[in-house]
């Protein structure tokens, strides 16, 4: 980058150039190249955009070998061109024509009644479903799916009792680590959140878990559908809650219940008592917390297609995103106990 900007720090892996007259060559795009085992996740995108601030070509193009992602400045800001531009467009191209003859990525919500069987094999394909999740709980899932994906609305910024801040930053492509060593990459609805007087980042996501029959590495797995819930304190990432939806859904009729049990892994230590974290959760946020000892996440109504400005809505992603936070400080209260007691200095 100190090429283009003295000082500047980071290498492009590939700058395409275009000749603007015998003697002067002018950048066109930025091609950013990962490993064929990495997939293109929202960081790598602002790496290249990043380095286009510095050469200001105003195209990136993202890569790994298997696929690659072509984003086009306009307005200041960067979006999803629906083909890669060949090098004659590049060359002969303005801010404007390339997205006129390439096109630009328009989220379009699909409609969740009624719900086809190419939709769902699709989304099955796709790892968005799980593919042994059962049927009745598709055209729920598609309509929760939707409401995450679709960032043309964004939750308008609010705060709670326990929040001053939560704020809707829409979509990101990226991936998160479980303390199994699975991975859940995908596209993630995040929200900065100032808890505990720190800012933080909730990620959630729902994704279908792949089957395994006798795998020799994996062994025997159910395809089912999950609620994944990230934290990302700016040091460190993890999955918080891996939730699966086709055990913890209960569906009367249009009525959708999303509850969990308290199940929960604290990373190589292992799994707790989900009593434990129910009692943690009853104690420090009671509404979450049923007659039963069920904690209940959210009620939504399925006859009506899922949107920011329903009060369940909001209510539904509030909790979450304090559950999960609350999970992760039930986390350092235990680790917290397990510490052994400071020794005295000797005199």
């Known amino acids: 980058m100190s090429d283009f900007r003295k000082g500047a720090a980071g290498r492009a892996d590939i700058v395409i150039y275009a000749r603007q007259s015998d003697v002067e060559l002018v950048p066109i795009a930025i091609v950013e190249c990962k490993e064929p085992s990495q997939p293109i996740i929202d960081q790598h995108l602002r790496q290249a955009e990043r380095y286009d601030a510095i050469v200001d070509t105003g195209l990136v193009i993202i890569t790994n070998g298997c696929e690659a992602i072509a984003r086009s400045r306009r307005g200041g800001q960067y979006h999803n061109l629906v083909n890669i531009p060949t090098y004659q467009q590049m060359v002969k191209r303005t801010k404007t024509t390339l997205e006129a003859e390439l096109g630009v990525w328009v989220y379009d919500r699909i409609a969740h009644k009624p719900v086809s069987e190419e939709l769902i094999q699709s989304y099955e394909d796709d790892g968005i479903i799980g593919k042994d999740t059962p049927a009745h709980l598709h055209s729920f899932l598609v309509n929760l799916i939707g409401l995450l994906d679709d960032d043309t ?159 369940a809505s909001k209510a539904f992603i509030t909790n979450l995103i304090r559950y999960a936070l609350l999970r992760d400080d039930f986390r350092r209260y235990k680790n917290s106990l397990a510490k052994p007691p400071a020794k005295a200095k000797k005199r």
């Open 153 to 311: 609305q964004l939750l308008p910024r609010f705060s709670t009792a326990e929040f001053p801040v939560i704020q809707d930053q829409g979509l990101r492509f990226t991936n998160f680590g479980n303390a199994a060593g699975g991975s859940w990459p995908g596209n993630y609805r995040y929200y900065l959140v100032k808890h505990n007087d720190d800012d933080c980042i909730v990620s959630i996501s729902v994704m279908g878990k792949a089957k395994f029959i006798n795998d020799p590495v994996f062994g025997n797995s159910v395809a089912t559908t999950m609620l994944c819930i990230a934290v990302d304190d700016y040091d460190k990432s993890h999955l918080s809650l891996e939730l699966a939806l086709d055990r913890f859904t209960v569906q009367d009729g249009e009525s959708i219940t999303v509850w969990h049990n308290g199940t929960l892994t604290n990373g190589k230590k292992g799994a707790v008592k989900p009593k434990e974290v129910v009692d943690f959760v009853a104690t420090h946020a009671p509404d979450l917390v049923d007659e039963e000892g069920y904690i209940i996440l959210g009620q939504l109504n399925n006859k009506q297609l899922l949107t920011w400005k329903q009060a």
